[in-house]
């Protein structure tokens, strides 16, 4: 037979482990949301320069220039 009181210590240590680790996991969770936000921002603000250097890029320009002469205009046909 057991002693209730070791019962009872041991019932608690698991919640209180169980809570440790629910607790933990929300804190890395909290951590990797805010790090995958961040990575978000550093991307979309790499973006934006890219464009606004593309807007001002002579290279760039004429790299969109021949891409677009080289698209065929869509044929539009009457009904």
């Known amino acids: 037979m ?9 019932r ?4 209180r482990h169980r809570e440790y680790l629910a607790a933990q996991s929300a804190v890395l969770l909290r951590v990797r949301s805010e790090l995958a936000a961040y990575d978000f ?7 934006s320069e890219l464009d606004m250097h593309r807007s001002i890029c002579s290279s760039a320009i004429a790299a969109a220039a021949l891409q677009h002469s080289l698209v065929p205009e869509p ?5």
């Open 12 to 15: 608690a240590l698991k919640s």
């Open 75 to 79: 044929v539009l046909s009457e009904v």
């Open 2 to 10: 057991r002693c209730s009181i070791c019962v009872n210590l041991e």
């Open 41 to 47: 921002v550093e991307m979309e603000r790499a973006r």
